[in-house]
């Protein structure tokens, strides 16, 4: 076993603390990981605080993992030791069923194996970046590309994929018009990558001091939800809606302002259900839809199409003993656009 060091949330109402724990020892098709950077995702928020249902406790959170390889297994063909490697959400799955079989692993039949929160063959509950090291099948480890810095990369794990998977699932391109509904580690990182694919992006946020980065992540207008005119000026615009939210809010007015035929996708994950009105989606038959992730070869694409593009996310870096202030932090609306935990604190 391994002897790691970490921060855990021991229940639901504690701050997060140092926590040391063992991993698996490196088996044949392992790789074992020296932690640089990982990313705070509003997710490790919701998931520490029990805020979902079904958190395992004691839980060291982290989901957008960046490192080195220390060691690999004797049957490991894809890396070697020191290349610069990612893990995201999830670190196996059943790979025999159809999604699987197709590279949609976030689909897996059986339920993907989460990073941390997740219960690993053995029965040991996995645990995740906010620590030194990690041991992850090869199969699921992801190659970070040299011209992306590892700090502005580690967002790349959760926020881009979130972000790259729908926009190329539902062919969001050129022609399209996008609204992207919340301004945060997920929606900055929308506006960039649907930028890059020649969308016009429309930011709708509840905050006016984020009027200028909009502009300056490349959206092509800025508007407040705060404001009834919003909802009246932009009625039918938009092609597509992806909705970033962390919090409960009315799904019902971002529906009108999507065109006949179009799409509203629901990416963030409120803990409280909202009412819907049929008849908006029914006069002008639009669709809710919803989406998580990406598979493995989707996010290597996305890891690939940020570096040919020169995006990383916009980043905050922090030593792990800041990290429940950056949770606050994150709940205030308060980062620009990801903290990300340098590891090398920890040591
Ligand atoms: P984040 O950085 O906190 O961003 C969320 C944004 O939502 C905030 O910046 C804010 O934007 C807006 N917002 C917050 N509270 C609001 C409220 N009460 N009313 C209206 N807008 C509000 O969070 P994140 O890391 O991007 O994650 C966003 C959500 O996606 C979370 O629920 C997370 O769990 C979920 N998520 C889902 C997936 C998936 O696979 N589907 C993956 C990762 C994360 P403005 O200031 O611009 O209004
Ligand atoms: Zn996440
Ligand atoms: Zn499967």
Redesign the pocket.
Known sequence: MLSTQGYAAMTAKTALQLFSFERREVGPHDVLITITHCG????D??QARDEWGGSIFPMVPGHEIVGTVARIGSSVKKFKTSDRVGVG?FVDSCRTCAACREGSE?YCEAGMLLTYSGRDKDGQPTQGGYSTQIVVDENYVLRIPSALSPAGAAPLL??G??TY?PLRHWGVGKYHKLAV?????????AVKIAKAMGTEVT?????EQ?RKDAERLGAFEFAL?SQPETFTRLQRRFDFILD??????NYNDYVNLLKTDGTMI?????DKPTLLEPFPLILHRRRIA????GGIRETQAMLDFCATHNIESDVEVIPIQHVNEAYER??K?D?R??FVIDLASLK
């Open positions: 705070i995702c509003h997710s928020i919701h959400c976030q959760c926020a994929i979130t998977s509904v919340g301004l945060g580690g997920l929606g900055h990182m930011v709708l946020s509840t905050s984020k939800t970033t939210v962390s919090a409960p809010h629901l990416v963030g994950v409120p919803g989406s998580v992730i994150v709940l609306g980062v656009f990801r």
